[in-house]
């Protein structure tokens, strides 16, 4: 079953790629990596063609939870351990930057996108987490970042964070790309792509510069450490009354749930219950995840109606950080998001437009594709 959101909207209808064309940028993929990739090059006046093998955000992009949080999937004290507390820091200011953007594309461009800033929930599983969400907060906390704990719930709220409609918001940036100049092609797959060129099975796109931006489909066209991992949500129809406050996080970001202005309730994840069986790209349910998501569901609202079930494919990087630069082959990549996609594709389609003006930001070691 297709997810709630591609379920709302018709795709907008580009045209496929039929014969050979040029580029001054040629970026394949059409989620929002790509999306916003096109935007911001086209916006600094290079010309730029993208090619998507399906429509604009029918993969992993329109199948989200639609969070736009700041930091990674672990909380702060978990994400220092992990890379330091100077680099987690770092990458906690890209997200919050990537927020900053979100909002003011949005309004720039006009894109109704039900944009929310609700702030979200971390909920502790455990007593170590809930340790680790009380440090992490109170860390924070220092860095001028609002953040408060609800104890009774084991949980952490951060002010700051937003939620969206993702189709509505990666089409409406797509639409915006367009107008600063971008092509736009879907139905069009690449078979390969080097430095300087992309080929499709019916044209070639001879370019100055190829950014590929599949994200779980890496491996189909470059060499990189990306590898597809499944996850699936179920949402509900309209609930008239209020049941989840704000979009919640629980279980190291294993769980998620959140409900939209129209009272339909989302609830995703439990990936942690079937590891080793939510990987790959078939965009399948199964029944023993999807049970899980009822089971919650139920706890939480007997009564409501599930109107939709689906699965998206995720790309999971070696270290959970997104891959954005240059490969050895000279080919640029913005990919590898780890499940948190809209939490920085925004910002790192700007690291890329940045990049191919040769300008070096902070980021660009953190980020770059063959860090150790
Ligand atoms: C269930 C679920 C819930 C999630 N919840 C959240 C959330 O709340 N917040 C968050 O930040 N992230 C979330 N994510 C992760 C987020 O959706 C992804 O990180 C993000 O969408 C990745 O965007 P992308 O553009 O890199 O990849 P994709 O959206 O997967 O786009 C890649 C595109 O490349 C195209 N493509 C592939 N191969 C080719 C080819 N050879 N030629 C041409 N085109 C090609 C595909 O068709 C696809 O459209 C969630 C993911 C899932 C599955």
Redesign the pocket.
Same mark, same amino acid.
């Given at each position: 079953m297709t997810s709630i959101w591609l379920d709302e909207i018709a795709p907008d209808g580009y045209p496929s790629l039929d014969e050979d064309t040029t580029a001054d940028v040629a970026i394949?993929?059409?989620?929002?990596?790509?999306?916003a990739t096109a935007y911001h090059v086209s916006r600094g006046g290079a010309k730029v063609v993208v090619?998507?093998? *399906?429509?604009?955000?029918?993969?992993?992009?329109? *199948? %989200?939870?639609?969070?736009?949080?700041a930091g990674v999937a672990e909380n702060f004290v978990a994400a220092a351990r992990r890379y330091g507390e100077n680099r987690a820091l770092h990458i906690w200011r890209l997200t919050e930057h990537n927020q900053r953007l979100v909002r003011e594309i949005v309004a720039r461009e006009r894109i109704r996108c039900d944009l929310a800033w609700n702030g979200s929930a971390q909920i502790a599983g455990d007593d170590e987490e809930w340790a680790e969400v009380r440090e992490s907060a109170a860390r924070l906390k220092k860095e001028a970042v609002r953040v408060r704990l609800v104890p009774e719930d084991r949980s952490a709220i951060y002010d700051g964070d937003g939620e969206l409609h993702?189709v509505r918001y990666?089409r409406g940036l797509a639409r915006a790309a367009v107008k600063a100049g971008a092509r736009i092609h879907e139905g069009? *797959?690449?078979?390969t792509a080097t430095k300087s060129e992309v080929r499709?099975d019916r044209a070639r796109i001879r370019a100055g510069a190829v950014v590929v931006?599949? %994200?779980? $489909?890496s491996q189909?066209?470059v060499r990189l450490r990306v590898r597809p991992v *499944?996850?699936?949500?179920l949402a509900t129809a309209p609930v008239a009354r209020r049941v989840f406050e704000r979009?919640a996080y629980a279980n190291r970001g294993y769980r $998620?749930w959140r409900q939209r202005p129209d009272g339909r309730l989302l609830v995703? +994840?439990w990936r942690d219950t079937a590891v080793d069986e939510e990987v790959g790209e078939d965009e399948r349910t199964t029944s023993r995840i999807q049970k899980q998501l009822e089971g919650f569901l139920r706890e939480r609202c007997a009564e409501a109606e599930i109107t939709h079930r689906?699965?998206?494919?995720? +790309?999971f990087s070696h270290d959970a950080l997104p891959y954005v630069g240059h490969l050895a082959s000279g080919v640029f990549v %913005?990919?590898g998001?780890? +499940?948190?996609?809209?939490?920085?594709?925004t910002a790192t389609g700007e690291l890329i437009a940045d990049l191919l003006r040769g300008e070096k930001r902070p980021e660009t070691d953190l980020l770059a594709p063959d860090r150790p």
């Open positions: 394949v993929g059409a989620g929002v990596a790509g999306v090619v998507e093998a *399906r429509t604009v955000a029918e993969a992993a992009s329109g *199948r %989200n939870a639609g969070f736009l949080l993702p990666v069009t *797959r690449a078979i499709t931006c599949v %994200n779980a $489909y189909h066209l *499944r996850g699936q949500m979009p $998620y995703g +994840g689906w699965a998206g494919t995720m +790309g %913005n990919a998001f780890t +499940g948190h996609g809209m939490a920085f594709a």
